[in-house]
């Protein structure tokens, strides 16, 4: 069964930092392309980061705060957030490129002082 299972997240002050793990089973963790999204509170779900064999991108709003690598031994995916802010507040998810559709519950990260 294809899955995806995020952890990591937690309540921090601001200026604080996280790292995310996502592991998702092997017949949908891809080898090309896994990626890091976010849903906070009032906004629709937002791509953060996309981590491939070759490199990594981030949105804009990530402004070198954050770091996404994998460890394809694991399956498994990784963001460490630091420098957090308030507005980083909400639900992290996983993607997986080769099954685009499957989502896991996500984890939370909650920002406040």
């Known amino acids: 069964q294809a899955q995806l299972v995020e952890s990591g997240g937690g309540s921090v002050q601001p200026g604080g930092s996280l790292t995310l793990s996502c592991r998702a089973s092997?017949?949908?963790?891809?080898?090309?392309?896994m990626a890091w999204y976010r849903q906070v509170p009032g906004k629709q779900r937002e791509w953060v980061a996309i981590?491939?064999?070759?490199?990594?991108h981030y949105a804009d709003f990530v402004r070198g705060r954050f770091i996404g690598s994998r460890d394809d031994a694991k399956n498994t995916v990784y963001l460490q957030m630091s420098s957090l802010e308030s507005e980083d507040t909400g639900v992290y998810y996983c993607?997986?490129?080769?099954?685009?559709?499957?989502w896991g519950r996500g984890t939370q990260v909650t920002v406040s002082s």
């Open positions: 993607n997986s490129g080769a099954a685009p559709n499957v």
């Open positions: 092997g017949s949908i963790f891809s080898e090309s392309a």
């Open positions: 981590i491939t064999d070759i490199t990594t």
